[in-house]
């Protein structure tokens, strides 16, 4: 029999996670949301609206939380109607949301004193593959708990990987950031480089598109970055930089020197400082371009 | 009519270019390699063997480079029998190879000034697509130059961009060779950071695979480097440090600050400080781990 | 009438500081050390020997902590027999020791909520100044309580600065560090090149002192960098790595990039990774020297 | 008997340098400067003024350039009239300007060659050492030439080195510069953390100077970068950058890896990008602060 599904968190992706775990999954779902007319919609397709996310949690089997940041799970979890108070044995906690390691950890800690079950489960992708339903998941905890949800899991997304006990997934989702952002600045060097020399802004592109680092990531912010110079946010500068500084914080508790990383960590921190910590994190292509637009060659 | 085609330089990319340009493209060849063993097969296959690059020059249209390095390039077109003294009005040079801008420039010159035509075409892909004829070649030079022989690319390369002048393409080169240079280092600090933190190998690389990163360079790369640890040559480290170095030489002529290169070429220069110079260009991982493989945490 | 000064800690520093107070001050002192043993010496010299942390503070109008980092404050601090149950109306606490602004803060508010007055007064120099009264100190709190301390701060030390409120002392502190551990790190850059190039040791370091460089810090740290190569811990790496750790937390906060400091940050982590972390911080050099010690040059 | 001293280069260090070799050391000198206005007031002290470099060497045991760069080094060695031609056994080169090593070994061989003597002589100190006869002097070349000068160049500085044959001095100027250059990249992070934390720019000066940093460099231009904010070049920043580049080339060449001095030199490139590269090196600080001069945290 299929379980019952708490759903808390009907943000951009949460919404788009909800309607596939009712239209693909089929499954009876419990809903919470902190502004109550977002579940409006969700009701009408036959979701229970609760008016608590500890009442979400004593209806429901399994809970998934895909909310904003820890800050918002701190608060979800917390007080006389928060989640953790609706913890009893047999129920599990699913967070998708992206946090530290460490947070996870802590979190499994207090879902299990209370007889429940804990799963991490960040997901890569963003709004279109979470309508979609082909997000990737990355699930850590519990194998046996991992089994027994994977059919949920395969409604939101197409590639579902058990990545071992609760921290680790969270330390991949971390990496992948880490190397994204990266990236991105390092891409930007590449390409100030090349307009500056009076190469065409479309014909680098294609050329990448064309080369061995030809990925979703540069297809996807490349003409936004030197063509249409649209860096409304997607993934906001200063979360991409918050996961620069969680991942360089992790590589030294690690001892892993990540010299590449700090450089990168610099730029953004530089456009924070130059007030783009609200645009798109691709806009850390500016710090390159500080100058009145001039080419100032005096050497 | 078809025009006669020489070519100079039977290495691991030569070799299959010039097989693709006399079987699918069904050109008369004129060739030449210092090691004349290398070009017994292609006799068979009805090309010319010459006795020095100024005759191959001389008996062609148009003439093909495919060279190690600048040194080679110097060596094959100087000299009482080189390549130079065999270009007239009519004659065009392609140099396939990779230089840096200025140095093309100069060739360029030096072939104008003989009333030749010349055209830079350097080639992004190895030793696969160059024998199947799948390669990226961006072309730099006149343009209804590059309309003359884009038939002649059509046979070794399947994506032919014409970039501009002399010194786009190479320039363009350059930049793909920075990037791809760098998110090798970048990698490097995740994969590390990931294995040390007790996640598999081989999940990450399949994380990857499913995420923004996914491009052929990690591909390719990734299980050399933390599944077999295989570090046998395809491009040596040396080399790929070398393409750091111009690129950012490249960088302070423009005044394009490039921290994040910067910190990647640091990193390749400490791995030819620990002798890895010979090895590919992923052993830059490396540097990021203690000969003993513990993991000192004394923070 | 001079006040009662309490004593806590008698380290390397401690030891030297406290004789000042007794001998050059002349001031009445009740003491405390975890190991008792240490206490001797001067209660021979007329130091009333306290049995808690809570009676020194107890018996003494003002005291001062010098102890090695924040989790010894703690423990001083905190508990049943701890320095803060003995805080009330009237009495001061100085910590003498190097925290964060943000724990001096916290610390400040536990001192204030039970009625007494906090000053942090953090120190440069190390041993020999502290025993021969010629620290530098730098002082954050309130200005009157600052100037009622003075003589004793004169004591000990032979520069006082009065910083401004709680946390200025402290971050300055940081940023000396921070700049002095940097400094190590581009210092062994030009050493290690002056090595290799054949410049004789020596040479190299009295020509420093003969140029703008000149400073305490490459003059006492040079010879043992490269002449001695002694690298037995005055200020052990892992604790200096600790310090740019938090300088660049800090910069962060303040959104202030610090690229330089960056890149030396991980020079330092890569020394703990290399198991050097219980040196000298000075050994960061041996980070720049990982081969066999021949040079590679292979370009 | 004292040798005639040719002097070649009446700049602001020539100046100094000419008249301390007139005064102090009591030489017969014959001078020549490319505006030849500036030669008279040392003809009124007794120069002889010649019609050219030629003319210089040709009367003269033993001549000594002074020039702004490697450009005009050239430019007054070469041609009809040139320096070189003036030489032939017997005579001395020496060159006091900077220059890397590759351009000194160059310009030894064209002497020697000639049947001549070189010694290159960089000096450390600017306008006002060179007027006092202070400088710090580091020699290369024949050990027993630069025993035949010593007295000459102790005419004009205070502290004199014999670092070995050539090369070996300008290296160790380039050194310095490097460990220069890249101290007051990191003493502005430093500097600009301190101001945006609210501590007075007067006591973060007066802290450094009174710790382990105390140093000429720190003191002469810590008050111009957070106090007067004043940038009238006596070091310009292109130059500074310049300095850095080299030194950058020659741990590439070296296999020496130079993490932090590159990301310094990054700094200075986006101080260039800025339009700050004829303003005072110390303006590098320019690029850690937003136009606005406000700070945005927004983590």
């Not at 419990?30 to 979701?47: D, L, M, Q, T």
């Not at 609706?86 to 530290?100: A, F, V, Y």
């Not at 071992?164 to 997934?169: F, M, N, R, S, Y």
């Not at 500084?245 to 990383?261: E, F, I, W």
């Amino acid at each position: 029999m299929k379980p019952v599904v708490g759903f808390i968190g009907l943000g951009i992706m949460g919404e788009g996670m909800l309607g596939n775990i009712i239209e693909k999954g089929g499954y009876r779902t419990v809903i919470y949301n902190r502004s109550a007319e977002k579940c409006a919609p969700f009701a009408e397709k036959g979701a229970t609206v609760a008016s608590s996310p500890a009442q979400v949690v004593k209806e429901a089997d399994v809970t998934v939380l895909m909310l904003a940041n820890s800050d918002a799970v701190q608060w979800v979890l917390g007080g006389k109607d928060g989640a953790l108070s609706g913890i009893s044995s047999g129920k599990t906690l699913i967070d998708m949301g992206t946090n530290t390691p460490e947070f996870n950890e802590k979190v499994k800690d207090l879902v299990e004193e209370r007889g429940g079950d804990y799963l991490e489960a960040p997901v890569l992708g963003s709004k279109v593959p979470a309508k979609e339903g082909t997000l990737t998941i990355l699930v850590g905890g519990k194998e046996e708990k991992f089994e027994e949800y994977r059919e949920l899991f395969g409604t939101m997304g197409k590639a579902i990987f058990y990545m071992g006990e609760v921290g680790k997934a969270s330390q991949m989702k971390l990496i992948i950031n880490q190397i994204m952002v990266g990236m991105l600045a390092l891409f930007s060097e590449g390409l100030v480089a090349g307009e500056r020399s009076g190469i065409s802004a479309q014909k680098m592109l294609e050329v990448v598109k064309n080369s061995v680092l030809n990925c979703p990531l540069f297809s996807i912010k490349g003409p936004n970055m030197i063509i249409s110079h649209d860096f409304s946010p997607h993934f906001p500068l200063k979360h991409a930089q918050k996961d620069l500084r969680q991942a360089l914080s992790r590589g030294d508790k690690l001892a892993v020197p990540m010299p590449v990383t700090a450089a990168a960590n610099s730029l953004y921190i530089m456009a924070r400082d130059m007030g783009l910590g609200d645009e798109d994190f691709s806009a850390v292509i500016k710090t390159l371009m500080r100058g009145d637009g001039e080419v100032h060659i005096d050497i």
